[in-house]
């Protein structure tokens, strides 16, 4: 089956810590986002990348980190420099770039304690 | 940037229809999307508007006036497994064909 995946579906953290959040497609997509979604707010771009080895900031980059060594993944690293990491992070891929549909994996809730 | 609204609750009894608005403000206008999402999920594609008119997807429908800022999503012979959020989201050619979202609109459907 063809999708994208995103592990865990929940994650805690202390307060200080870092934390690495998991995306994963087999749709061989071009390009991959992250996006926060909070009550009340619609979703916030915080990195996006068009192509391996590349990315670049959304809205909300600050305190948040990512790498894309391999077209597949795209994980996004929480950093301690994020003031208010509690929330509800989604990845989604499209297939070439921004011109084209994306679409979203489960996610995953974090709670920093 | 772009300023999306939407209202945010809106109530609606199985087998009506309900009518979904959506406004924007947007230098580069390349398109908007309609999402549904429920509770703790992934949102999930439902349509796409580039042109003026209605895209008609089943029991779905979605239509743009560009000149208007204006969308609105149609879901018609509602049923209860309807209720969810549904999230408008416009994409800016002048922002590298970034999207951006509304805060999304919860439709509940009631027998």
């Known amino acids: 089956d063809g999708g994208i995946t995103q592990s865990p579906k929940y994650l805690f953290r202390k307060e200080g810590q870092n934390v690495t959040l998991s995306c994963e497609q087999n749709l061989n997509h071009d390009a991959m986002y992250w996006y926060r979604q909070d009550p009340g707010q619609g979703l916030r771009l915080i990195y996006y990348s068009q192509i391996v080895n590349d990315f670049q900031k959304g809205d ?18 929480v950093t301690s420099a994020q003031k208010n990491p509690t929330a509800f992070y989604l990845c989604a891929s499209s297939p070439r770039d921004g011109t084209d549909t994306q679409y979203f994996g489960p996610g995953t809730r974090l709670t920093v304690l | ?37 429920h509770a703790g999920e992934a949102p999930t594609f439902l349509s796409y508007n580039v042109l003026d008119g209605l895209e008609e997807k089943g029991r779905f429908s979605s239509f743009l006036s560009r000149s208007k800022g204006y969308s609105y999503l149609l879901l018609k012979e ?34």
């Open chain 2, 78 to 111: 509602l049923q209860m497994k309807d209720s969810a959020s549904y999230l408008c989201a416009v994409r800016d050619l002048t922002g590298n064909y970034k999207l951006s979202f509304g805060a999304g609109t919860t439709v509940t459907v009631r027998a």
């Open chain 1, 60 to 77: 909300i980059a600050e305190g948040y980190s990512v790498s894309r060594e391999k077209k597949e993944s795209f994980p996004l690293t």
């Open chain 2, 1 to 37: 940037g772009q300023n999306i609204d939407q209202p945010t609750e809106m109530t609606a009894t199985e087998g009506a229809i309900v009518q979904i608005n959506c406004t924007y403000q947007t230098s580069g206008f390349n398109g908007l999307f309609w999402y549904q999402q």
